[in-house]
């Protein structure tokens, strides 16, 4: 069959009026993220390299890979903190992730949770959480007065799922390192996120709050999209669903926690390291 043909009228017009689902080039994936053949240079060293990666709605999706794999700048791609110098990642059927800035993906409902806590240590623990309900990347923007029943439910709910509900008047600054952690995830799922990324959640915690912490993220599956990045090795075995294994910006291996682990492909590049 002959290739139509377009004008660059008709190619503008097209552009302009016509979905992004319907000139993806495959809207027959049905994934939430979809990431394919990206590939990243800093100063020649493909720091990602030919990657692809597949997260469903509603998976809580763990990626390991030794250091410098790659891991944080691929969250820096679907964040769009960095833009890839090929390849493609969808959001959904229809948002192109390569064709907005940060706080248009943010906004989509792309939320990341950064290692280090960034809450306000000053304001109780409700406050925080309600100044994230109305910060100017969330759905309540045009939000004026005091809040809503909806917006109440949501706030206490958030509460109870991160586990402080009996801190809730207490500032900021009494919270030990784990709670401001699950405060600033609760922070994030204020925003009603649709994919939250999550950068090496346990690093500093207790083994009392990683456990916490993989409750939480367990209690968080189905309901919402995560991917964790993480270190640590028990920590990643106690949530592991489906693992992905990043090496030299590649996906080196994919599985359950037992499959990766026993993949001769991993053993050898953790070899002499004390992470896997
Ligand atoms: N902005 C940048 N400029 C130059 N090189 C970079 C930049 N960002 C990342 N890199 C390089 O890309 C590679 C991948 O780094 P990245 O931080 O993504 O790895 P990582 O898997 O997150 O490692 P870690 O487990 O230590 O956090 C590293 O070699 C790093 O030095
Ligand atoms: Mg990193």
């Not at 990657?51 to 709605?57: G, M």
């Not at 964040?79 to 993906?105: C, H, M, R, V």
Request: net charge negative.
């Amino acid at each position: 069959m002959e290739k139509p043909h377009f004008s660059g009228f008709a190619k503008k017009f097209l552009k302009k009026h016509v979905s992004h689902h319907e000139l993806a080039p495959d809207d027959s994936h049905g994934m939430l993220l979809y990431v394919e053949g990206v590939t990243k240079s800093f100063d020649g060293f493909k720091a990602i390299n030919d990657l692809n990666l597949y997260i469903q709605e509603g998976e809580l999706r763990c990626i390991i890979g030794p250091n410098g794999a790659g891991k944080s700048t691929m969250m820096d791609i679907i964040t769009g903190k960095t833009k890839p110098d090929a390849g493609s990642a969808w959001f959904g059927q229809n948002i192109n992730l390569l064709e907005l800035d940060e706080p248009s993906i943010a906004q989509a409902g792309i939320g990341r949770k950064f290692q280090k806590p960034t809450v306000f240590e000053n304001m109780t623990v409700d406050e925080n959480l309600e100044l994230a309900m109305s910060g100017p990347k969330t759905v309540w923007t045009t939000f004026k007065g005091g809040f809503t029943s909806e917006q109440i439910d949501m706030r206490d709910h958030v509460l109870e799922l991160i586990g402080l509900k009996a801190l809730r008047n207490k500032n900021g600054q009494v919270l030990s390192h784990g709670q401001k952690q699950w405060l600033e995830l609760g922070m994030l799922l204020m925003q009603k996120p649709r994919l939250l990324l999550v950068d090496e959640p346990v690093t500093g915690m207790t083994r009392q709050e990683m456990d916490k912490t993989a409750e939480l993220l367990l209690s968080l599956e189905g309901s919402h999209t995560i991917i964790v990045v993480e270190h640590d090795m028990d920590f990643v075995r106690s949530i592991a669903r489906k693992v992905t294994v990043l090496h030299q910006g590649h996906v080196l291996a994919e599985g359950s926690m037992d499959q990766v682990q026993s993949n001769p492909e991993v053993v050898e590049v953790y070899l002499g390291t004390s992470q896997c």
